[in-house]
């Protein structure tokens, strides 16, 4: 009986291969990102020296690393699992390598996320075989999140709640937004985070920036402040969590436009169950909004799939068909921003559970005052 790495593997790549072949693939090749960690356990990085794992749906799967950095594969899934290794050295050819193990391939598909650089060498060392995205087939396998990955994303839920919770004990007025964001970033590490992937701390007129980060605002009295934070575990699942915060008392505006925003945002994660389209989901936080009157200043999608990747399919968005299935984990994340003046958002990691789905956040979700 094999590791329960060696098993793990195995059983991702038996999967994969099936897919692959579903698809009218020959090959999948895949060079170092989170595609490559789901499957193979290993994690690197990219570089103009080629390492990729060549899984031919007809064959066995080989890797292909310079020989530098074999020896970063003792231990790993590659060597649990007892992947053929070819190994190169400067001066020569590794696009080569690959193409030798894909003899006869006419489709071939490649990560998402494979330099140009590689791209381009492969096209040249198969001249007669197509390339497209391995995307279609690698989402299959990664947007059901097995029992194990669910349990790490609990975890990193329960760790980035443990940041949220001190997040009043930070927002203080005279202290700038990036003082506040170093606060967190050092709390998220504390938590049990390999790093602090983001940290939004958007106070004021800045709340009313989706994406905006931390500057040298100064947070003042009255202010709403919009904290979403979150990072890797070190086995790489992501936590991504959003709460929204009053520096003293809310006005009257506030406290009403937000609770539109909590109704939405319970709304969406009641509607969230196997069978229902993603962008049923993301209608049921919208359509609450828009009756309010302040649907233009929903200006996102209700929410992104999550995993080994922050952002990841499925997208809890209009126009998404896909039914939902049970393993599948988004975030659901409605936001109401008025532009120059203030903004709110609400954003929970759920997992779809057979018969609902399971929230990995616990932390209230009212207007938290500090």
């Known amino acids: 009986m094999g590791s329960p790495l060696a098993d793990q593997v195995s059983s991702r790549l038996d999967r994969a291969r099936r897919l692959a072949a579903t698809a009218g693939v020959d090959a999948l ?13 290993v994690v690197k990085h990219s570089h103009e020296r ?5 899984l031919p749906t007809q064959d066995d799967a080989a890797f292909v690393v310079p020989r530098l950095e074999r020896p970063g594969l003792d231990g790993s899934g590659v060597d649990q699992a007892g992947i053929r290794v070819l190994d190169w050295v400067d001066g020569e050819d590794p696009h080569g390598l690959v193409a030798a193990c894909l003899d006869g391939a006419k489709r071939v598909a490649v990560a998402a996320d494979m330099p140009a650089l590689h791209v381009l060498g492969l096209r040249d060392a198969l001249p007669l075989a197509t390339q497209e995205l391995a995307t279609p087939v690698l989402r299959e396998l990664r947007m059901r999140k097995d029992p194990a990955e669910v349990e790490y994303l609990r975890r990193a839920g329960a760790a980035i709640d443990a940041v949220h919770a001190q997040v009043p004990g930070w927002l203080r007025p005279g202290r700038t937004e990036a003082e506040v964001g170093a606060d967190i970033t050092a709390g998220i590490v504390a938590a049990g985070h390999s790093e602090a992937a983001f940290v939004i701390v958007g106070s004021g007129p800045n709340g009313a920036s989706p994406h905006h980060e931390v500057s040298d ?27 929204t915060y009053v520096v003293g008392g ?18 969406a994660v009641a509607a969230a169950r196997p069978g229902v389209t993603a962008e049923s989901v993301d209608e049921a936080a919208r359509a609450i909004i828009r009756d309010a009157g302040f649907g233009e200043y929903f200006v996102h999608r209700t929410g992104h799939g999550i995993g080994l990747e922050v952002h990841e399919e499925p997208y809890i968005v209009a126009g998404n068909e896909l039914a939902l299935e049970p393993g599948m984990a988004f975030s659901i994340e409605p936001g109401i921003y008025f532009p120059d003046r203030w903004g709110a958002r609400i954003e929970d990691i759920v997992v779809v559970t057979e018969d609902g789905c399971e929230a990995v956040n616990t932390r209230p979700h009212d207007l938290l005052p500090c």
């Open 250 to 267: 809310p006005t009257d505006e506030v406290t009403d436009v937000y609770a539109v925003l909590q109704r939405a945002q319970a709304a």
């Open 50 to 54: 080629l390492s990729a794992l060549v």
């Open 217 to 243: 605002r100064v947070i003042e009295t009255g202010d709403v402040v919009v904290v979403d934070i979150g990072g890797p575990l070190p086995e790489g699942y992501n936590s991504d969590c959003t709460r």
């Open 29 to 41: 090749v895949v060079t170092p990102g989170p595609d490559l960690q789901y499957l193979a356990g």
